[in-house]
């Protein structure tokens, strides 16, 4: 499957090299194709493409945005039409409007684009590692458009992740709250943990 990941920093990067890992072709949408951070990102990513967002995306099945939100409005401003279009949202935002996801937010950037919320509950490092760990961590899904949440759920599934879909894109912002759990579990545990279920 062709990616085009918007943004190639830390989280763009870990989904890069782990979706390269999994056999997909990825591509980089950024500002500045050769800049430091999308060298490092390409080669982590087996030398994977870079260029700027809108031709990233031109050919992409699937968009995953992993901006800094005050980037997100410009950058999606200049892509093409992405009506019917799978996007991922794997970001999380820590101002704004507490009653709003990044995820309520971009779709009202794209009209028309099956935006998903995913890759937002765990640190960039488990991108790329979900695959070789003794326990499951779970990747919680959560969109409007069930083809696109089960696109989500491949590429989760891909990386090493057990996929659950929580439901719609209102329970976006519940997901994005999760991350500030998982930030205070890393004072005591370090960064690699994962959130996981458990069943008798």
Not at 77 to 89: C, E, F, H, K, T
Not at 92 to 103: L, Q, V
């Amino acid at each position: 499957m062709r990616i085009a990941i918007i943004g190639a920093g830390n989280v763009g990067g870990g989904l890069g090299t782990g979706l390269a890992q999994a056999g997909h072709e990825v591509v980089f949408g950024v500002r500045d194709p050769d800049s430091e951070k999308t060298r490092a990102a390409t080669g982590s990513a087996g030398g994977a493409r870079a260029t700027n967002p809108a031709e990233a995306t031109v050919d992409a099945e699937v968009v995953i945005f992993a901006l800094r939100w005050d980037a997100v409005p410009q950058t999606a401003s200049a892509l093409p039409d992405m009506d019917g279009r799978v996007v991922i949202d794997a970001m999380n935002r820590f101002s704004g409007d507490p009653t709003r996801s990044t995820a309520q937010d971009l779709a009202e950037l794209l009209p028309g684009a099956k935006v998903v919320k995913a890759f937002n509950t765990t640190g960039f490092e488990n991108m790329s590692t979900a695959m070789g760990r003794h326990h499951k961590a779970v990747m919680f899904i959560a969109g409007d458009h069930p083809e696109a949440n089960a696109v989500a759920a491949s590429l989760a599934s891909d990386l090493g992740f057990q996929p659950e879909d929580v439901g719609g894109l209102a329970n976006a912002k519940p997901l994005e709250e999760m991350v500030k759990v998982w930030l205070a579990l890393t004072e005591r545990h370090g960064r690699s943990i994962a959130f996981a279920l458990s069943e008798d």
